[in-house]
């Protein structure tokens, strides 16, 4: 079983920073895609911004150039630099992988998700 584990959020001026972080953990052989999603009450789950095992980037237009993505593949670490904070930034992000594991008679690949954490951007 793999368990994925955001930390970082809570609340920032417009204009600040936070830097998000998400462990996987678990018997992991490998991680591909991750990424980071959020969701504003009322709104759907959005994708933010994505990184793959090679390291190729992709971000949505809202956050360019404010939101950098990266990854530390020895700690099966996401994390999400958050600059320029915006209110319209304020959501519960979501961390998200795609991942190769194991069990003892089985190797798997299965899409998981984070527990989510909160972000919230006010004067």
């Known amino acids: 079983q793999v368990q994925l584990v955001e930390s970082g959020g809570g609340l920032v001026q417009p204009g600040g920073s936070l830097r998000l972080s998400c462990a996987a953990s678990?018997?992991?052989?490998?991680?591909?895609?991750m990424g980071w999603y959020r969701q504003a009450p009322g709104k759907q789950r959005e994708l933010v911004a994505s990184?793959?095992?090679?390291?190729?980037?992709h971000y949505v237009d809202l956050v360019k150039g404010r939101f950098t993505i990266s990854r530390d593949n020895a700690k099966n670490t996401v994390y999400l630099q958050m600059n320029s904070l915006k209110p319209e930034d304020t959501a519960v992000y979501y961390c998200?992988?795609?991942?190769?594991?194991?069990?003892?008679?089985?190797?798997?690949?299965?899409?998981?998700w984070g527990q989510g954490i909160q972000v919230t951007v006010s004067s």
């Open positions: 998200n992988a795609e991942v190769g594991h194991y069990t003892d008679y089985d190797l798997l690949e299965n899409e998981s």
């Open positions: 678990g018997n992991i052989y490998n991680i591909y895609d």
């Open positions: 990184i793959t095992s090679g390291g190729d980037t």
